[in-house]
């Protein structure tokens, strides 16, 4: 019996920039388990659509799917979009079974990712000395949506010893231009910012602008397509694969 196929759900963006980063990490989740039939869906605003993608493997003959939602954060998304876009497919194509599994959310792992995209940065601007560091996310209207990037950030401030503001591009302050600022009234001089993004889009790239404009010595690139968070999505797969199994 084939394993369930393995659907990896990204929000979408009108930037061809996040549909090639999604594109890059789900070629990295390929590459780790070729035995899987791995695709490549979006909610909104790119292709393919998920309803395209869950025919496409209906039609292949896969009647159990998982649904890997590339979401960082517990928000409208996860909580509306997602759950809606199952239960239409699963509608249309009766008798097929498709379990979502939970978000990637914000794994202390990835902030070794954060880390490797920062010293990039770092040394890109040439810069050897930080007294803070900013954690920019999207930021949702959910408030524990923000409270998990809060808890993240305490996180990273700890593994750094290096104090750490979480900072918000959309539906909350602080932005990180304001964040950043804070800290310079602080007395800090030497700020970084880590984009908490899966890719790239409207929202981290004015994450970055506002950060630098606010006297940010360096912004990291999102997390993109790194092997630690391919790996989060294939946690995430084994563990909804589980739950289509009948009791």
Known sequence: MAAPALVALAHGSRDPRSAATIKALVAEVKAMRPDLRVETAFLDLAKPSFDT???????????????????????????????????????????????????????????????????????????????????AAAGSSDPLANQSVARIARTWAARHKLPVTAAFASATPPATGEAVRALRAEGKRHIAVASFFLAPGRLPDRASE??????????????????????????????????????
């Open 210 to 247: 506002l950060a630098l404009e606010a006297g940010a010595v360096a912004v990291s690139d999102p997390l993109g397509a790194h092997p630690a968070v391919a790996r989060a999505i294939l946690a995430r797969y084994a563990v909804g694969a589980v739950e289509l199994v009948p009791v």
């Open 53 to 135: 993608v869950v025919d496409r493997l209906v039609k292949a003959g896969f009647d159990e799917i998982v649904v890997v939602p590339l979401l960082l954060t517990e928000a409208y998304h996860a909580k509306v979009d997602v759950p809606e876009v199952i239960a239409s497919a699963m509608a249309r194509h009766e008798g097929v079974r498709i379990q979502a599994s939970r978000i990637l959310g914000m794994e202390a792992a990835f902030l070794e990712v954060l880390d490797v995209r920062l010293r990039e940065a770092l040394k890109t601007a040439r810069v050897r000395e930080l007294d803070a560091l900013v954690l």
